[in-house]
């Protein structure tokens, strides 16, 4: 069970399968926002499956997808407002990487909360 596989999954689950109207409309409707993290949590559950315990993976998907949704929800907002200020803009989308990052890693770190 490596972290290093759940960056992976969250790299291709936050960029690599977002598309255009995701990425643009997730600031603005929650329909695009709630498709994004649906995207983004069923590849989250894809390395799921294949690194976590079968007792801990629907709880562990389920709490990173609704995190997921509510750090977009504000930090997707506020991009858009400086998506024409590179100088505040981009320290914007690093702070929701890391966000998300430190989600991860946190769930990751304590599965044991997700146990059913």
Not at 63 to 84: E, V
């Amino acid at each position: 069970m490596s972290f290093s596989l759940f960056l992976v999954a969250h790299w291709a689950g936050d960029f690599v399968f977002q598309t255009t109207s995701m990425a643009l409309g997730k600031s603005k409707s929650i329909k695009w926002l709630t498709i994004h993290v649906l995207t983004y949590t069923a590849i989250l559950l894809i390395f799921s499956v294949f690194t976590l315990p079968n007792d801990v993976i629907l709880l562990y998907v389920l709490a990173n997808g609704i995190l997921h949704w509510i750090t977009d929800f504000f930090t997707s907002k506020l991009a858009a407002k400086y998506f024409d200020r590179a100088r505040i803009f981009y320290p914007i989308l690093g702070f929701d990487q890391l966000v998300h990052v430190m989600t991860l890693y946190i769930t990751f770190e304590h599965q044991e909360w997700f146990i059913m």
